[in-house]
């Protein structure tokens, strides 16, 4: 896990994500904290944490869902594997073991239909008021893509 945040107060309690799933963790104490074997940074992260390209300030920065909006967005990423992924934007230094926060790429994806996913989200009625202001560009596809599982 990396450590993503580190909250002062009368006890320090730490935030970390998972690089193996990219689940994350919150209030832990230094008890449950561990140091690692170096050899372990061999081996990449096997999830890194992605924002979507082009989408708005709001959607962005989102750092939770609602159980509903959350059920909603699991559906449509469930509808539209496999999914093709254009990487846009590294956003974080390269080396995924030091202290970041936020999302580590900008990217688009696109259904198995050839869709944009952000597009689909911003008809959905659980997401459309976050996108009123805002135009969701409409990307070309690219050939070079990576697929997604």
Request: proline fraction near 5%.
């Amino acid at each position: 896990a990396r450590v993503e945040e580190m909250l002062a107060g009368e006890e320090d309690l730490f935030s970390v994500r998972y690089i193996d799933y990219g689940n994350r963790s919150d209030c832990l104490t230094r008890g449950d904290l561990y140091t690692w074997d170096t050899m372990l940074e061999r081996i990449p992260p096997q999830a890194v944490s992605c924002s979507f390209y082009g989408a708005p300030e709001h959607i962005r920065e989102m750092t939770s869902l609602t159980v509903e909006e959350m059920e909603v967005f699991t559906s449509l990423m469930k509808q539209s594997s496999p999914m093709q992924m254009k990487v846009h934007q590294c956003l974080t230094d390269e080396d995924m073991f030091r202290h970041q926060t936020g999302p580590d790429l900008a990217v688009t994806l696109r259904s198995k239909d050839g869709r944009d996913i952000l597009t689909k989200l911003s008809l959905l009625p659980n997401f459309r008021m976050f996108f009123v202001q805002h135009q969701v560009s409409r990307l070309p596809v690219s050939s070079s893509v990576s697929a997604v599982a």
